[in-house]
Protein backbone atom coordinates (compact mmCIF):
# COMPACT_ATOMS: atom_id res chain seq x y z
CA UNK A 1 0.00 0.00 0.00
CA UNK A 2 1.17 3.57 -1.07
CA UNK A 3 1.97 5.78 1.88
CA UNK A 4 0.30 9.44 1.72
CA UNK A 5 3.02 11.62 1.70
CA UNK A 6 5.55 14.53 0.38
CA UNK A 7 7.09 14.10 -2.03
CA UNK A 8 11.09 14.81 -1.59
CA UNK A 9 12.36 15.87 -5.19
CA UNK A 10 16.30 15.70 -4.68
CA UNK A 11 15.85 12.11 -2.27
CA UNK A 12 13.76 10.81 -5.57
CA UNK A 13 15.96 12.07 -8.44
CA UNK A 14 18.81 10.38 -6.18
CA UNK A 15 16.90 7.15 -6.29
CA UNK A 16 15.48 7.22 -9.43
CA UNK A 17 19.30 7.67 -10.78
CA UNK A 18 20.34 4.56 -7.94
CA UNK A 19 18.10 2.34 -9.14
CA UNK A 20 18.67 2.97 -13.15
CA UNK A 21 22.30 2.14 -12.63
CA UNK A 22 21.71 -0.94 -10.66
CA UNK A 23 19.31 -1.77 -12.99
CA UNK A 24 22.05 -1.43 -16.09
CA UNK A 25 24.42 -3.64 -14.27
CA UNK A 26 21.49 -6.49 -14.21
CA UNK A 27 21.11 -5.83 -17.82
CA UNK A 28 24.61 -6.29 -18.56
CA UNK A 29 25.10 -9.28 -16.50
CA UNK A 30 22.09 -11.11 -17.75
CA UNK A 31 22.32 -9.88 -21.25
CA UNK A 32 18.96 -10.47 -23.10
CA UNK A 33 17.48 -13.08 -20.76
CA UNK A 34 13.90 -13.09 -18.94
CA UNK A 35 14.20 -10.85 -15.81
CA UNK A 36 12.30 -12.43 -13.20
CA UNK A 37 11.88 -9.09 -11.84
CA UNK A 38 9.63 -6.23 -13.77
CA UNK A 39 9.12 -2.78 -13.63
CA UNK A 40 6.25 -1.99 -11.63
CA UNK A 41 4.04 0.79 -12.64
CA UNK A 42 1.41 2.32 -10.52
CA UNK A 43 -2.25 1.80 -12.01
CA UNK A 44 -4.94 4.45 -12.04
CA UNK A 45 -7.19 2.92 -9.42
CA UNK A 46 -3.93 2.92 -6.93
CA UNK A 47 -3.51 6.46 -7.74
CA UNK A 48 -7.18 7.13 -7.10
CA UNK A 49 -6.87 5.55 -3.84
CA UNK A 50 -3.87 7.15 -2.83
CA UNK A 51 -5.49 10.38 -3.32
CA UNK A 52 -8.52 9.53 -1.23
CA UNK A 53 -5.95 8.52 1.34
CA UNK A 54 -4.32 11.50 0.45
CA UNK A 55 -7.84 13.64 1.19
CA UNK A 56 -7.99 12.46 5.16
CA UNK A 57 -8.51 15.43 7.05
CA UNK A 58 -6.50 16.32 10.35
CA UNK A 59 -9.29 14.94 12.34
CA UNK A 60 -12.82 13.31 10.49
CA UNK A 61 -15.94 14.96 11.96
CA UNK A 62 -18.58 12.31 13.62
CA UNK A 63 -21.63 10.56 12.41
CA UNK A 64 -24.37 13.49 11.24
CA UNK A 65 -26.80 13.78 14.34
CA UNK A 66 -29.93 14.62 11.91
CA UNK A 67 -31.58 15.75 15.32
CA UNK A 68 -28.96 18.29 16.19
CA UNK A 69 -29.57 21.74 16.12
CA UNK A 70 -28.33 23.56 13.02
CA UNK A 71 -27.37 19.74 11.65
CA UNK A 72 -26.79 20.04 7.43
CA UNK A 73 -27.34 23.43 7.86
CA UNK A 74 -30.54 23.83 8.93
CA UNK A 75 -32.09 27.38 10.84
CA UNK A 76 -32.22 26.48 14.25
CA UNK A 77 -36.01 27.58 15.90
CA UNK A 78 -36.10 27.87 19.14
CA UNK A 79 -38.93 28.14 21.76
CA UNK A 80 -37.66 30.05 24.67
CA UNK A 81 -39.62 31.17 28.00
CA UNK A 82 -38.88 35.23 29.27
CA UNK A 83 -35.71 33.84 30.92
CA UNK A 84 -34.12 32.49 27.67
CA UNK A 85 -35.43 35.05 25.35
CA UNK A 86 -33.62 37.78 27.75
CA UNK A 87 -30.32 35.80 27.23
CA UNK A 88 -30.77 35.50 23.60
CA UNK A 89 -31.14 39.06 23.37
CA UNK A 90 -28.09 39.86 25.71
CA UNK A 91 -25.96 37.51 23.50
CA UNK A 92 -26.79 39.32 20.45
CA UNK A 93 -26.00 42.59 22.13
CA UNK A 94 -22.87 40.99 22.80
CA UNK A 95 -21.74 40.14 20.07
CA UNK A 96 -23.80 41.06 17.00
CA UNK A 97 -24.53 37.52 16.59
CA UNK A 98 -26.86 35.28 18.05
CA UNK A 99 -24.44 33.32 20.04
CA UNK A 100 -27.49 32.09 22.28
CA UNK A 101 -28.23 30.00 19.20
CA UNK A 102 -24.79 29.19 18.23
CA UNK A 103 -24.03 27.48 21.36
CA UNK A 104 -26.66 24.95 21.25
CA UNK A 105 -25.42 24.15 17.49
CA UNK A 106 -22.31 21.40 17.53
CA UNK A 107 -18.73 22.58 17.12
CA UNK A 108 -18.50 19.95 14.57
CA UNK A 109 -21.76 20.03 12.65
CA UNK A 110 -22.04 19.18 8.76
CA UNK A 111 -23.09 21.24 5.95
CA UNK A 112 -25.24 20.45 3.00
CA UNK A 113 -23.60 20.44 -0.82
CA UNK A 114 -23.16 23.86 -1.80
CA UNK A 115 -21.10 23.98 -4.74
CA UNK A 116 -21.41 23.19 -8.37
CA UNK A 117 -21.75 19.43 -9.16
CA UNK A 118 -19.22 19.41 -11.40
CA UNK A 119 -16.59 20.74 -8.67
CA UNK A 120 -17.16 16.76 -7.38
CA UNK A 121 -15.41 15.41 -10.28
CA UNK A 122 -11.85 17.66 -10.02
CA UNK A 123 -8.90 15.43 -9.24
CA UNK A 124 -6.09 16.87 -7.56
CA UNK A 125 -2.22 15.60 -6.85
CA UNK A 126 -2.18 15.96 -3.15
CA UNK A 127 1.27 15.13 -3.46
CA UNK A 128 2.73 17.86 -5.85
CA UNK A 129 0.29 20.73 -4.33
CA UNK A 130 1.61 23.51 -1.89
CA UNK A 131 0.89 23.29 1.48
CA UNK A 132 -0.76 26.25 3.45
CA UNK A 133 -1.05 27.89 7.28
CA UNK A 134 -4.27 29.22 8.07
CA UNK A 135 -4.42 32.68 9.64
CA UNK A 136 -7.38 33.58 12.31
CA UNK A 137 -7.30 36.58 14.07
CA UNK A 138 -9.96 37.71 16.32
CA UNK A 139 -10.83 40.23 19.04
CA UNK A 140 -13.14 39.33 21.78
CA UNK A 141 -14.98 36.71 19.64
CA UNK A 142 -17.72 34.11 21.08
CA UNK A 143 -16.53 30.68 21.88
CA UNK A 144 -18.77 29.13 19.66
CA UNK A 145 -18.54 30.72 16.89
CA UNK A 146 -14.44 30.65 17.00
CA UNK A 147 -14.06 27.37 17.84
CA UNK A 148 -16.60 25.80 14.83
CA UNK A 149 -14.16 27.78 12.98
CA UNK A 150 -11.39 26.04 13.97
CA UNK A 151 -12.76 22.47 14.03
CA UNK A 152 -14.62 23.59 10.52
CA UNK A 153 -10.72 23.89 9.25
CA UNK A 154 -9.44 20.86 10.73
CA UNK A 155 -12.12 18.10 10.04
CA UNK A 156 -12.29 19.54 6.18
CA UNK A 157 -8.30 20.34 5.17
CA UNK A 158 -6.24 17.74 4.19
CA UNK A 159 -3.37 16.84 6.96
CA UNK A 160 -1.38 16.51 3.98
CA UNK A 161 -1.86 19.78 3.01
CA UNK A 162 -2.61 21.91 5.70
CA UNK A 163 0.65 23.16 8.08
CA UNK A 164 -1.29 24.60 11.09
CA UNK A 165 -4.30 26.50 11.67
CA UNK A 166 -2.90 30.20 13.55
CA UNK A 167 -5.03 31.57 16.00
CA UNK A 168 -3.99 35.51 16.49
CA UNK A 169 -5.52 36.85 19.74
CA UNK A 170 -5.74 40.53 19.27
CA UNK A 171 -5.76 41.26 23.11
CA UNK A 172 -8.74 39.85 23.93
CA UNK A 173 -10.17 41.36 27.25
CA UNK A 174 -12.76 38.33 27.98
CA UNK A 175 -11.99 35.76 30.51
CA UNK A 176 -12.98 32.28 28.76
CA UNK A 177 -10.43 33.46 25.51
CA UNK A 178 -7.24 33.49 28.40
CA UNK A 179 -6.86 29.84 29.84
CA UNK A 180 -9.91 27.93 28.91
CA UNK A 181 -8.93 28.63 25.46
CA UNK A 182 -5.17 27.78 25.90
CA UNK A 183 -6.17 24.79 27.64
CA UNK A 184 -9.08 23.73 24.88
CA UNK A 185 -6.30 24.12 21.77
CA UNK A 186 -3.43 22.42 23.48
CA UNK A 187 -5.47 18.91 22.73
CA UNK A 188 -5.69 19.79 19.05
CA UNK A 189 -3.14 19.42 16.71
CA UNK A 190 -1.76 21.73 14.34
CA UNK A 191 -3.44 24.09 16.09
CA UNK A 192 -1.10 27.38 17.49
CA UNK A 193 -2.01 30.34 19.42
CA UNK A 194 -0.32 33.90 19.31
CA UNK A 195 -1.36 36.67 20.91
CA UNK A 196 -0.73 40.31 20.56
CA UNK A 197 0.48 42.49 23.56
CA UNK A 198 -1.60 45.18 23.06
CA UNK A 199 -4.62 46.19 20.60
CA UNK A 200 -3.38 45.73 16.89
CA UNK A 201 -6.45 46.15 14.83
CA UNK A 202 -7.20 42.83 11.99
CA UNK A 203 -4.59 44.61 9.45
CA UNK A 204 -1.49 44.43 11.64
CA UNK A 205 -2.78 41.24 14.05
CA UNK A 206 -2.97 39.06 10.48
CA UNK A 207 0.69 40.18 10.12
CA UNK A 208 1.60 39.05 13.67
CA UNK A 209 0.14 35.19 12.62
CA UNK A 210 1.18 35.11 9.29
CA UNK A 211 5.40 36.00 10.31
CA UNK A 212 5.17 32.64 11.87
CA UNK A 213 3.71 30.77 9.91
CA UNK A 214 5.57 27.17 8.26
CA UNK A 215 3.26 26.72 5.00
CA UNK A 216 4.07 27.86 1.81
CA UNK A 217 0.63 29.82 1.11
CA UNK A 218 -1.00 31.87 3.48
CA UNK A 219 -4.63 31.39 3.86
CA UNK A 220 -6.33 34.07 5.72
CA UNK A 221 -10.06 33.26 7.23
CA UNK A 222 -12.13 35.00 9.46
CA UNK A 223 -13.33 33.94 12.96
CA UNK A 224 -16.91 32.98 12.39
CA UNK A 225 -16.80 30.34 9.70
CA UNK A 226 -17.15 27.14 8.36
CA UNK A 227 -15.72 25.46 5.64
CA UNK A 228 -17.78 23.47 3.24
CA UNK A 229 -15.91 19.87 1.83
CA UNK A 230 -13.13 20.18 -0.41
CA UNK A 231 -12.43 24.50 -0.02
CA UNK A 232 -9.16 24.22 0.58
CA UNK A 233 -7.76 21.85 -2.44
CA UNK A 234 -9.25 24.18 -5.29
CA UNK A 235 -7.22 27.09 -3.86
CA UNK A 236 -4.13 25.46 -3.54
CA UNK A 237 -4.27 24.50 -7.20
CA UNK A 238 -5.20 27.57 -8.41
CA UNK A 239 -1.50 29.08 -6.82
CA UNK A 240 0.63 25.82 -7.65
CA UNK A 241 -1.15 27.06 -11.13
CA UNK A 242 -0.19 30.55 -10.90
CA UNK A 243 1.86 31.83 -8.71
CA UNK A 244 0.57 35.48 -8.87
CA UNK A 245 -2.89 34.64 -8.20
CA UNK A 246 -4.57 35.63 -4.94
CA UNK A 247 -7.47 33.81 -5.17
CA UNK A 248 -10.73 33.72 -2.93
CA UNK A 249 -12.89 31.59 -2.06
CA UNK A 250 -16.62 31.85 -2.96
CA UNK A 251 -18.32 33.14 1.10
CA UNK A 252 -22.08 31.79 1.29
CA UNK A 253 -23.89 32.98 4.27
CA UNK A 254 -24.75 31.76 7.59
CA UNK A 255 -27.81 33.36 8.88
CA UNK A 256 -26.26 35.87 12.33
CA UNK A 257 -29.92 34.80 13.84
CA UNK A 258 -30.87 31.44 12.82
CA UNK A 259 -27.20 30.12 11.74
CA UNK A 260 -29.04 28.56 8.65
CA UNK A 261 -25.76 27.97 6.00
CA UNK A 262 -27.43 29.78 3.17
CA UNK A 263 -24.69 28.59 -0.08
CA UNK A 264 -25.56 28.93 -3.37
CA UNK A 265 -23.94 25.91 -6.19
CA UNK A 266 -24.98 28.89 -8.59
CA UNK A 267 -22.79 31.60 -10.46
CA UNK A 268 -21.20 33.64 -7.80
CA UNK A 269 -21.05 37.09 -7.72
CA UNK A 270 -17.70 39.70 -8.13
CA UNK A 271 -16.67 41.95 -5.89
CA UNK A 272 -16.79 45.50 -6.97
CA UNK A 273 -16.87 49.00 -5.11
CA UNK A 274 -18.52 52.57 -5.44
CA UNK A 275 -17.14 56.11 -5.17
CA UNK A 276 -17.62 55.85 -1.29
CA UNK A 277 -14.85 52.99 -1.67
CA UNK A 278 -17.15 50.57 -0.27
CA UNK A 279 -17.15 46.93 -1.58
CA UNK A 280 -19.83 45.86 -3.68
CA UNK A 281 -21.36 42.75 -4.62
CA UNK A 282 -21.90 42.36 -8.76
CA UNK A 283 -23.11 39.54 -11.18
CA UNK A 284 -20.19 38.41 -13.35
CA UNK A 285 -20.17 40.29 -16.66
CA UNK A 286 -20.97 38.74 -19.99
CA UNK A 287 -17.24 39.44 -21.12
CA UNK A 288 -16.25 37.05 -17.79
CA UNK A 289 -18.52 34.46 -18.69
CA UNK A 290 -17.30 34.12 -22.22
CA UNK A 291 -13.24 34.47 -20.87
CA UNK A 292 -13.96 30.83 -18.87
CA UNK A 293 -14.33 28.15 -20.35
CA UNK A 294 -16.13 25.92 -17.54
CA UNK A 295 -17.98 26.40 -14.86
CA UNK A 296 -14.90 25.36 -12.22
CA UNK A 297 -12.66 27.99 -14.09
CA UNK A 298 -11.51 30.61 -11.87
CA UNK A 299 -13.57 34.22 -12.00
CA UNK A 300 -11.45 37.21 -12.08
CA UNK A 301 -12.72 40.43 -9.74
CA UNK A 302 -12.16 43.20 -9.52
CA UNK A 303 -11.99 43.62 -5.99
CA UNK A 304 -12.26 41.20 -2.38
CA UNK A 305 -14.15 41.24 0.52
CA UNK A 306 -11.11 40.78 2.54
CA UNK A 307 -11.80 38.66 4.85
CA UNK A 308 -10.91 35.09 3.04
CA UNK A 309 -8.21 34.49 0.62
CA UNK A 310 -5.18 32.20 0.07
CA UNK A 311 -1.92 34.09 -1.31
CA UNK A 312 1.21 32.76 -2.38
CA UNK A 313 3.99 33.54 0.86
CA UNK A 314 6.41 34.51 -1.42
CA UNK A 315 4.28 36.71 -3.25
CA UNK A 316 2.33 38.34 -0.57
CA UNK A 317 5.61 39.47 0.34
CA UNK A 318 6.87 40.84 -2.45
CA UNK A 319 3.43 42.55 -2.69
CA UNK A 320 4.25 44.18 0.24
CA UNK A 321 2.19 42.15 2.62
CA UNK A 322 -0.73 44.77 4.12
CA UNK A 323 -0.24 48.30 5.04
CA UNK A 324 0.35 48.57 8.24
CA UNK A 325 -0.58 52.04 8.35
CA UNK A 326 -3.81 50.96 8.44
CA UNK A 327 -5.72 49.26 11.55
CA UNK A 328 -9.42 47.67 11.99
CA UNK A 329 -10.86 46.36 9.08
CA UNK A 330 -12.23 48.37 6.21
CA UNK A 331 -11.05 50.01 3.18
CA UNK A 332 -7.92 47.37 3.11
CA UNK A 333 -9.14 45.38 1.59
CA UNK A 334 -9.76 47.66 -1.84
CA UNK A 335 -6.21 48.88 -1.05
CA UNK A 336 -4.66 44.98 -1.52
CA UNK A 337 -7.56 44.48 -4.22
CA UNK A 338 -5.56 47.67 -6.34
CA UNK A 339 -2.50 46.31 -5.70
CA UNK A 340 -3.09 43.10 -6.40
CA UNK A 341 -3.95 44.11 -10.07
CA UNK A 342 -2.13 47.48 -10.71
CA UNK A 343 1.34 45.24 -9.69
CA UNK A 344 0.73 42.42 -11.90
CA UNK A 345 -0.89 39.68 -9.92
CA UNK A 346 -5.12 38.79 -10.52
CA UNK A 347 -7.16 38.72 -7.97
CA UNK A 348 -9.62 35.51 -8.77
CA UNK A 349 -12.50 33.56 -7.08
CA UNK A 350 -12.93 29.96 -7.34
CA UNK A 351 -16.38 28.75 -7.60
CA UNK A 352 -15.15 25.35 -6.26
CA UNK A 353 -14.03 26.43 -3.08
CA UNK A 354 -16.99 27.44 -0.55
CA UNK A 355 -16.32 28.97 3.16
CA UNK A 356 -19.41 29.98 4.58
CA UNK A 357 -19.62 33.03 7.19
CA UNK A 358 -21.44 35.15 10.06
CA UNK A 359 -22.06 38.53 8.54
CA UNK A 360 -22.64 40.12 12.13
CA UNK A 361 -25.66 42.48 12.56
CA UNK A 362 -23.52 45.08 12.57
CA UNK A 363 -19.75 45.54 13.56
CA UNK A 364 -19.69 44.94 17.43
CA UNK A 365 -16.89 47.38 17.94
CA UNK A 366 -15.63 50.51 16.83
CA UNK A 367 -14.25 50.94 13.26
CA UNK A 368 -13.73 54.65 13.83
CA UNK A 369 -10.13 54.42 11.77
CA UNK A 370 -11.90 52.63 8.32
CA UNK A 371 -11.91 55.93 7.05
CA UNK A 372 -8.47 56.25 7.38
CA UNK A 373 -7.78 53.28 5.67
CA UNK A 374 -9.70 54.90 2.38
CA UNK A 375 -7.76 57.45 2.51
CA UNK A 376 -4.67 55.92 2.28
CA UNK A 377 -5.90 53.84 -0.52
CA UNK A 378 -7.41 56.75 -2.25
CA UNK A 379 -3.83 58.57 -1.63
CA UNK A 380 -1.43 55.91 -3.01
CA UNK A 381 -3.17 54.08 -5.82
CA UNK A 382 -6.06 56.18 -7.76
CA UNK A 383 -4.24 59.17 -9.03
CA UNK A 384 -6.38 61.63 -9.93
CA UNK A 385 -9.28 59.60 -9.41
CA UNK A 386 -9.26 60.14 -5.84
CA UNK A 387 -10.98 63.56 -6.46
CA UNK A 388 -13.95 61.79 -7.45
CA UNK A 389 -13.92 60.08 -3.96
CA UNK A 390 -13.43 63.21 -2.21
CA UNK A 391 -15.72 64.87 -3.62
CA UNK A 392 -18.44 62.45 -2.15
CA UNK A 393 -17.06 62.09 0.86
CA UNK A 394 -15.44 66.05 1.91
CA UNK A 395 -14.96 64.89 5.25
CA UNK A 396 -12.43 62.66 4.20
CA UNK A 397 -10.01 65.31 3.48
CA UNK A 398 -9.69 66.24 6.62
CA UNK A 399 -8.89 62.73 8.27
CA UNK A 400 -5.43 62.10 9.59
CA UNK A 401 -4.37 59.21 7.54
CA UNK A 402 -0.33 58.92 8.13
CA UNK A 403 2.56 58.68 5.81
CA UNK A 404 1.97 57.01 2.68
CA UNK A 405 5.77 57.24 1.18
CA UNK A 406 6.80 54.16 2.04
CA UNK A 407 3.74 52.66 0.01
CA UNK A 408 4.13 54.96 -2.70
CA UNK A 409 7.46 54.45 -2.73
CA UNK A 410 6.48 50.66 -2.86
CA UNK A 411 4.39 51.07 -5.73
CA UNK A 412 6.95 52.64 -8.04
CA UNK A 413 9.90 50.20 -6.65
CA UNK A 414 7.17 47.28 -8.48
CA UNK A 415 6.83 49.79 -11.37
CA UNK A 416 2.52 49.19 -11.16
CA UNK A 417 0.22 50.54 -13.71
CA UNK A 418 -1.74 53.98 -13.15
CA UNK A 419 -5.54 53.55 -11.89
CA UNK A 420 -6.65 55.01 -15.52
CA UNK A 421 -5.60 51.11 -16.80
CA UNK A 422 -7.06 49.27 -13.97
CA UNK A 423 -10.76 51.26 -14.84
CA UNK A 424 -10.61 50.56 -18.24
CA UNK A 425 -9.11 46.88 -18.00
CA UNK A 426 -10.26 45.46 -15.01
CA UNK A 427 -13.26 47.43 -13.66
CA UNK A 428 -14.86 48.65 -17.16
CA UNK A 429 -18.94 48.53 -15.83
CA UNK A 430 -17.80 50.84 -13.04
CA UNK A 431 -19.52 54.60 -14.10
CA UNK A 432 -17.10 57.11 -13.72
CA UNK A 433 -18.68 60.51 -13.12
CA UNK A 434 -17.96 63.17 -14.70
CA UNK A 435 -17.52 65.98 -12.20
CA UNK A 436 -17.56 68.73 -14.03
CA UNK A 437 -17.33 72.26 -12.16
CA UNK A 438 -19.79 73.78 -11.07
CA UNK A 439 -22.11 70.81 -11.83
CA UNK A 440 -21.69 68.63 -9.31
CA UNK A 441 -21.91 68.62 -5.29
CA UNK A 442 -25.06 69.47 -3.62
CA UNK A 443 -27.88 70.45 -5.16
CA UNK A 444 -29.98 73.68 -3.26
CA UNK A 445 -32.51 75.82 -3.83
CA UNK A 446 -32.68 79.48 -4.03
CA UNK A 447 -36.28 80.01 -2.36
CA UNK A 448 -35.90 77.20 0.11
CA UNK A 449 -32.76 78.29 1.50
CA UNK A 450 -30.28 75.77 2.66
CA UNK A 451 -32.27 72.75 1.65
CA UNK A 452 -30.99 70.09 -1.04
CA UNK A 453 -31.88 67.48 -2.82
CA UNK A 454 -31.73 64.51 -0.67
CA UNK A 455 -32.24 60.58 -1.56
CA UNK A 456 -31.69 57.94 1.09
CA UNK A 457 -32.75 54.38 0.02
CA UNK A 458 -33.76 52.69 3.44
CA UNK A 459 -31.74 49.39 2.06
CA UNK A 460 -28.26 49.74 1.34
CA UNK A 461 -28.50 46.72 -1.73
CA UNK A 462 -31.37 48.26 -3.36
CA UNK A 463 -30.08 51.94 -4.50
CA UNK A 464 -33.65 52.41 -6.72
CA UNK A 465 -37.07 53.30 -6.32
CA UNK A 466 -37.37 55.42 -3.56
CA UNK A 467 -38.41 59.31 -3.99
CA UNK A 468 -36.44 62.16 -3.68
CA UNK A 469 -36.83 64.63 -0.68
CA UNK A 470 -35.91 68.39 0.65
CA UNK A 471 -33.95 68.07 3.25
CA UNK A 472 -31.48 70.85 5.57
CA UNK A 473 -28.10 70.49 3.38
CA UNK A 474 -25.49 68.77 6.02
CA UNK A 475 -22.21 69.36 3.28
CA UNK A 476 -20.92 65.51 3.71
CA UNK A 477 -21.78 64.64 0.13
CA UNK A 478 -23.05 60.79 0.64
CA UNK A 479 -27.17 60.95 0.02
CA UNK A 480 -26.43 64.51 -0.96
CA UNK A 481 -24.36 64.06 -3.28
CA UNK A 482 -25.55 64.61 -7.75
CA UNK A 483 -23.84 65.30 -10.75
CA UNK A 484 -25.42 66.68 -13.69
CA UNK A 485 -23.84 64.97 -16.95
CA UNK A 486 -23.53 66.46 -20.45
CA UNK A 487 -26.33 64.08 -21.84
CA UNK A 488 -28.94 66.01 -18.93
CA UNK A 489 -29.43 63.58 -16.77
CA UNK A 490 -29.39 64.38 -12.38
CA UNK A 491 -27.01 61.34 -11.05
CA UNK A 492 -27.01 59.86 -7.96
CA UNK A 493 -23.55 57.82 -8.46
CA UNK A 494 -22.22 57.83 -4.82
CA UNK A 495 -23.44 54.07 -5.23
CA UNK A 496 -22.94 51.72 -7.78
CA UNK A 497 -24.72 50.61 -9.78
CA UNK A 498 -25.65 54.76 -10.38
CA UNK A 499 -29.22 56.03 -10.35
CA UNK A 500 -30.81 58.97 -12.39
CA UNK A 501 -33.38 60.81 -11.15
CA UNK A 502 -36.70 60.75 -12.94
CA UNK A 503 -39.72 62.82 -14.10
CA UNK A 504 -42.82 61.60 -12.99
CA UNK A 505 -45.85 63.37 -15.25
CA UNK A 506 -48.55 61.28 -13.17
CA UNK A 507 -47.19 62.09 -9.38
CA UNK A 508 -45.30 65.05 -10.02
CA UNK A 509 -42.80 63.83 -7.56
CA UNK A 510 -38.88 62.79 -8.72
CA UNK A 511 -37.51 59.59 -8.10
CA UNK A 512 -34.31 57.24 -8.84
CA UNK A 513 -33.93 54.98 -11.30
CA UNK A 514 -31.50 53.08 -13.12
CA UNK A 515 -29.21 54.89 -15.28
CA UNK A 516 -29.03 53.67 -19.07
CA UNK A 517 -26.11 51.28 -19.55
CA UNK A 518 -23.21 52.05 -21.60
CA UNK A 519 -24.29 52.39 -25.06
CA UNK A 520 -27.79 52.64 -24.90
CA UNK A 521 -30.17 55.75 -25.56
CA UNK A 522 -30.66 58.13 -22.91
CA UNK A 523 -34.78 57.57 -21.34
CA UNK A 524 -36.78 60.95 -22.10
CA UNK A 525 -38.13 60.77 -18.40
CA UNK A 526 -34.79 60.85 -16.66
CA UNK A 527 -33.33 64.38 -19.69
CA UNK A 528 -33.74 67.58 -17.69
CA UNK A 529 -31.88 70.61 -19.05
CA UNK A 530 -30.50 72.68 -16.32
CA UNK A 531 -30.80 76.33 -17.94
CA UNK A 532 -28.80 79.62 -17.40
CA UNK A 533 -31.18 80.66 -15.44
CA UNK A 534 -31.14 77.89 -13.07
CA UNK A 535 -34.20 76.15 -13.80
CA UNK A 536 -34.54 72.62 -14.09
CA UNK A 537 -36.67 71.67 -16.96
CA UNK A 538 -38.19 68.28 -17.61
CA UNK A 539 -38.12 67.45 -21.11
CA UNK A 540 -40.99 64.44 -21.16
CA UNK A 541 -43.46 66.59 -18.48
CA UNK A 542 -42.28 70.21 -20.55
CA UNK A 543 -42.49 71.28 -16.68
CA UNK A 544 -39.79 72.64 -14.34
CA UNK A 545 -38.52 71.48 -11.28
CA UNK A 546 -39.80 73.37 -7.84
CA UNK A 547 -38.65 73.00 -4.01
CA UNK A 548 -42.42 72.19 -2.61
CA UNK A 549 -42.47 72.88 1.23
CA UNK A 550 -45.01 70.49 1.62
CA UNK A 551 -46.23 67.30 -0.21
CA UNK A 552 -48.88 64.17 -0.01
CA UNK A 553 -46.34 62.80 2.80
CA UNK A 554 -45.89 65.93 4.37
CA UNK A 555 -42.32 66.03 3.39
CA UNK A 556 -40.70 68.56 1.46
CA UNK A 557 -39.28 67.34 -1.94
CA UNK A 558 -38.93 68.48 -5.38
CA UNK A 559 -41.85 68.56 -7.66
CA UNK A 560 -42.62 69.28 -11.65
CA UNK A 561 -44.92 72.23 -11.65
CA UNK A 562 -45.49 74.96 -14.79
CA UNK A 563 -42.40 76.65 -14.96
CA UNK A 564 -42.38 79.55 -13.87
CA UNK A 565 -39.73 82.98 -11.96
CA UNK A 566 -40.39 81.76 -9.04
CA UNK A 567 -37.09 81.42 -6.96
CA UNK A 568 -38.48 77.70 -5.66
CA UNK A 569 -37.81 76.95 -9.12
CA UNK A 570 -34.23 78.12 -9.34
CA UNK A 571 -31.48 75.57 -8.56
CA UNK A 572 -27.47 75.73 -8.34
CA UNK A 573 -24.85 72.68 -7.30
CA UNK A 574 -22.32 74.07 -4.32
CA UNK A 575 -19.37 71.57 -4.04
CA UNK A 576 -18.45 71.32 -0.35
CA UNK A 577 -14.52 71.47 -0.19
Same mark, same amino acid.
Given at each position: ???????????????????????????????????????????????????????????????????????????????????????????????????????????????????????????????????????????????????????????????????? #??? %?? !?????? *? +????? &??? @????????????????????????????????????????????????????????????????? #??? %?? !?????? *? +????? &??? @????????????????????????????????????????????????????????????????????????????? +???????????????????????????????????????????????????????????????????????????????????????????????????????????????????????????????????????????????????????????????????????????????????????????????????????????????????????????????????????
Amino acid at each position: MALCGRRNRPKLLICLFGASFVGYLIFLRHGSGDLSVTSRRESPGERDAENERCKKPVYEKPPVDPNAPGEMGKAVKLNLNAEEKKKEEESIKKHQINTYVSDKVSLHRWLPERWNPLCRDLKYDYQSLPSTSVVIAFYNEAWSTLLRTVHSVLETSPDILLKE #VVL %VD !DYSDRA *Y +LKEPL &EKY @ISALKKVRLIRATKREGLVRARLLGASITTGSVLTFLDCHCECHQGWLEPLLHRIKEEPSAVVCP #VID %VI !DWNTFQ *Y +LGNSG &EPQ @IGGFDWRLVFTWHTVPEYEQKRRRSATDVIRSPTMAGGLFAVSKNYFHYLGTYDTGMEVWGGENLEFSFRIWQCGGS +LEIHPCSHVGHVFPKKAPYSRSKALANSVRAAEVWMDEYKELYYHRNPHARLEAFGDVTARRELREKLGCKNFKWYLENIYPDIHVPEDRPGMFGMLKNRGKANYCFDYNPADEHTVVGQRVILYPCHGMGQNQFFEYSMDGEIRYNTREPAGCIVGDNISTYLTVQLCRKRGKPLSVDQKFVFRQDGSLYHVMSQKCVEAVDKTDNNTPAPALRPCSDSLHQKWFFEERT
